[in-house]
């Protein structure tokens, strides 16, 4: 098992273990890290450490309720149960963690379960048979339905290097306003420079035409 922030943890009782199976495999088939092991029983120190660790680091615990879990005073999965509630506690209102699911008849209403259990909504699962509308709503429950939120719209391309529409006109126009300006001045610059050819040129001939009279 990963260790992923975003694990859905799958408590139940031994003999519910292929309920179990096919709720772990249809949230898996949804693209979710489901922790959760085959043999209640199996052990160690080393093993129940793990599973502690596990619970404690888990984004949702999904308890399996039934008829089985009814019937069964002790279990290791009552020990889980009171860990994820304990765990629950250290949360603040609102937080979602705990998702119950009920696999039978099995309903709150006298449910040996523990009382955070009975503060959210349950699911029923029929012997684990697992909808589409569970899974989707166990990824919003962990966030991660992002993909059908509406897309944000695009910004307006600006029309010139980067401006906006208005702004590009605006700058178009000071464009042709100096362009014209720059023409203006040029063509002033040649009809003065053009005048005062001429008068320099009248000068000379009549300066000419003096010393050949004098």
């Known amino acids: 098992m990963s260790e992923t922030p ?13 309920a179990a199976v096919r709720i772990a ?7 979710l890290e489901v922790w959760f092991d085959k043999n209640e029983l199996g052990g160690g120190d080393a093993w129940d450490r793990k599973i502690r660790a596990q619970i404690g680091a888990c984004a949702l615990f999904v308890p399996v309720i039934s008829a089985e879990t009814q019937a069964r005073q002790e279990g290791y999965f009552r ?12 949360m603040a209102k609102g937080t979602p963690f705990i998702v119950p699911v ?22 029923k699962l029929p012997g684990g048979e697992t909808s589409e509308a569970f899974c989707a709503r166990v990824k919003k429950l962990l966030g991660l339905d992002s993909e059908t939120a509406a897309p944000r719209p695009r910004p307006a391309q600006p029309a010139v290097g980067g401006a906006s529409p208005r702004v ?7 464009q042709a306003w ?10 002033v610059g040649i ?24």
């Open 25 to 31: 495999e249809a949230l898996r088939a949804a693209g």
């Open 102 to 123: 009920t696999i039978d008849a099995t309903t709150e209403r006298g449910a040996l379960v523990p009382d955070a259990f009975l503060a959210v909504q349950w699911t």
């Open 79 to 90: 020990l889980e149960w009171k860990l994820a509630e304990d765990r629950s506690h250290l």
């Open 6 to 18: 975003k694990a859905v943890f799958l408590s139940y009782a031994s003999k519910d273990v292929v």
């Open 168 to 174: 590009g006109r605006a700058l178009r126009a000071r």
């Open 178 to 187: 100096g362009i014209g300006a720059v023409v203006a001045v040029v063509l």
């Open 191 to 214: 009809f003065g420079w053009s005048r005062w050819r001429e008068k320099s040129d009248a000068v000379t001939t009549a300066q000419d035409a003096a010393r050949r009279s004098a």
